[in-house]
């Protein structure tokens, strides 16, 4: 019989390991730059808008909506045939940044354009690391 292969897990390094870090200790951490002003995400040495590499860890509330999103039905490896159907989006979180992650703590047919969500934080079996999610906010 196969191993069952496990889901992949983030790898922390020098420019990440403080957006990890804090999503372990529930912060949703992102980098703004300090020359433009502007928000980025994921992680980088340098400003994505301006190439500035005055760049300063901020912590989001949280709070987004939906840009787009898609219903997952074939699972791209097996690690995640147990999730599906599962939803994977884009999310536009209020400090001006986009998001990709999963949908939790929800029923996928629920999920909409638009829809006001939160981060939350799934624990993954095997390991410490917490992965930043959203579900649906409830205000
Ligand atoms: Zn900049």
């Known amino acids: ?7 992949p897990m983030p790898v922390p390094d ?3 390991r403080p957006y ?20 980025q995400f994921y992680s980088r040495y340098a400003c994505v808008h301006c190439q500035s590499t005055e760049l300063q860890w901020q ?8 840009a787009s999103f898609s219903v997952i039905h074939r699972a791209p490896i097996a690690a995640f045939m ?41 624990t993954r079996p095997g390991t410490e690391q917490k992965v930043p999610q959203v579900e649906p906010a409830t205000s």
Request: glycine fraction near 8%.
């Open 59 to 66: 912590v989001a509330e949280g709070l987004g909506r939906v």
């Open 14 to 16: 020098s420019i990440s």
């Open 82 to 122: 147990a999730d599906t159907p599962y939803v994977l989006a884009l999310v536009d979180l209020d400090e001006g940044f986009r998001f990709m992650c999963n949908v939790l703590n929800c029923d996928p047919a629920t999920v909409k354009i638009g829809m006001r969500v939160r981060v939350c934080y799934e």
């Open 1 to 7: 019989m196969a191993e069952v292969q496990a889901k």
């Open 20 to 39: 990890w870090e804090g999503a372990n200790q529930g912060e949703f951490r992102f980098q703004r730059c300090r020359t433009c002003g502007k928000a």
